[in-house]
């Protein structure tokens, strides 16, 4: 019998100790649970330029500190987190958003994390930070599509640890291996775990293709996949799932990347996202079991806007190391069903009229569940060096111009692949596609073209497109990948370069 208790298998455990959502979180609730539970600290954790998270401690004095704290949020120095704030008039406000509320798993004292939100100094929502970015083209995409834009992603890393020399897995063949040939399954289970403890609503992990050996060290991909949730809970269990990955590795001594590539002829790694829009509860994605007119204007939308969108998920020049042919990467501008050559891929999404559940279990009842809430489409392009609400903003802009664009249906049809774009006899076909930047500076100078779009319904502030193509430009890669693509060690003074990106 299952049980009525809806939070009882619930991992977080404020919310099971609440008995209520995350997204219902009071600061009454906050403060109830740190009393009851004994917890001493307070942790705020937001992002910084450089896309990772940053923390500042907070030891509780007494029930009126925390209330204080909790209310009024701190100060901070904006100049020393984002490029765009200039020194002379820094001070930014930091504000705990309490639906992100989490305990922190590797703090020996109790702690209470949440994440926050940035605030200038008239106390209106800091326009070019990246959480109220990502707010704003949410709520573009729900004035003018009537629906909800929801995502989720595909978190591929490698742990690096010592060769052990024993159960060697075949090279390039470490897709959804077992242990003993895959040495690093515990530690994912114990990051999910974690994650979830946290909020992260995780819909499974595996090993992934990358498994090989090098001076001694054994490196494995592995990759995290989470559950469609609404854009900007997305960021935030994305972005405390790498900073939970990091910390864990270095707790048990191993080294782990998001990089794009981390050498040459190995897999490298992505961050695919996934997307659908949501109206009164209902996925839009599919139409009497096909995709729907809706799916393709918010396809067209990213296939119009592609080029632009990989200075938001592709920020460093190894990124553009991995966007190359016959690695299951896209490098052109294309979409297609189940196919790991394009840029935007519909994949399999359970729209079979058939009952498999029963076919594999004979004793079970016949079921109509209603899998059309599953169906999402994925772009393949970013990886782990973006700034995640940048990126997930950008697309959420780009599915809305779908929308508003008077010839989307006619860019969807126009764009559609069914084979294999890198196959000989399908070169006539290549050659009729746009390709995607090949360096930071082109991706800024596509940004730079495009960025009206982006600019549009106020979403990402002109100071923060401005700022993007600077970072972009100061990388002065135009021309690097074709000249170092024959050097091993110039390729590998860029890898450690940009090891821990994003």
């Not at 219902?24 to 990772?52: A, H, L, Q, S, W």
């Not at 990051?191 to 090989?212: L, W």
């Amino acid at each position: 019998m299952i049980t009525d208790n809806l939070f009882a298998l619930n991992a977080n455990p404020i919310v099971a100790f609440l008995e209520k959502p995350s997204a219902e979180f009071t600061k009454e609730d906050i403060i109830n649970y740190m009393v009851k539970n004994d917890i001493r600290m307070v942790n705020f954790m937001y992002p910084g330029g450089d896309g990772k998270l940053k923390t500042l401690n907070f030891v509780v004095n007494d029930l009126a500190y925390l209330d204080t704290i909790l209310t009024c949020g701190e100060r901070v120095d904006g100049s020393s987190l984002f490029s765009f704030i200039q020194a002379g008039s820094s001070d930014l406000y930091v504000l705990p958003r309490f639906r992100t509320a989490f305990v922190d798993p590797f703090a020996e004292i109790p702690t209470v994390t949440l994440l926050c939100s940035f605030f200038d100094k008239d106390g209106h929502p800091l326009e070019s930070s990246p959480e109220h970015t990502l707010h704003k083209a949410a709520e573009a995409f729900r004035k003018v599509t009537g629906m909800e834009f929801q995502a989720m992603g595909e978190l591929e890393y490698y742990v690096i640890s010592d060769d052990e020399g024993v159960y060697p897995a075949q090279d390039q063949r470490g897709y959804h291996e077992s242990a003993p040939y895959a040495k690093s399954g515990d530690f994912r289970t114990r990051c999910m775990q974690y994650i979830a403890q946290a909020g992260g609503q995780i819909k499974y992990g595996h090993s992934e293709v990358g498994n090989f050996s090098l001076n001694g060290k054994n490196y494995e991909q592995n990759e995290i996949e989470f559950l469609p949730v609404p854009v900007e809970q997305a960021a935030e269990q994305l972005m405390v799932a790498k900073w939970v990955i990091r910390n864990l590795g270095y707790q048990l001594g191993y080294d782990v990347t998001f990089a794009p590539k981390i050498t040459t002829g190995k897999a490298g790694s992505g961050l695919h996202i996934h997307m659908r829009m949501l109206k009164d509860g209902q996925n839009q994605m599919l139409s009497h079991g096909v995709l729907s007119e809706s799916a393709r204007k918010m396809i067209a939308g990213m296939m119009d806007l592609a080029p632009a969108i990989t200075a938001f998920g592709n920020k460093n020049p190894m990124s553009y190391f991995r966007l190359v042919p016959h690695q299951e990467a896209p490098t052109n501008v294309c979409w297609g069903d189940r196919n790991r050559s394009v840029l935007v891929r519909v994949p399999l999404g359970w729209a079979a009229d058939a009952d498999m559940c029963r076919a594999a279990n004979p004793l079970e009842p016949q079921t109509s569940y209603d899998t059309s809430i599953k169906q999402t489409v994925e772009m393949r392009s970013p990886d782990g060096s973006a700034d995640l609400y940048q990126l997930l903003a950008g697309l959420c802009v780009a599915c809305r111009h779908g929308f508003e664009m008077s010839n989307a249906l006619e860019v969807a049809e126009r764009t559609y692949v069914n084979v294999n774009i890198h196959a000989a006899e399908n070169a006539d076909r290549l050659a009729s596609l746009a390709q995607l930047p090949d360096s930071c500076v082109a991706s800024a100078d596509c940004l730079n073209r495009q960025r009206k779009v982006f600019e549009e319904h106020g979403v990402f502030a002109p100071a923060m497109i401005d700022g993007i193509i600077d970072q972009l430009r100061a990388h002065d890669d135009v021309n690097l990948r074709k000249n170092i693509e024959g050097s091993p060690d110039e390729i590998q003074k860029l890898v450690m370069q940009f090891f821990h990106c994003g």
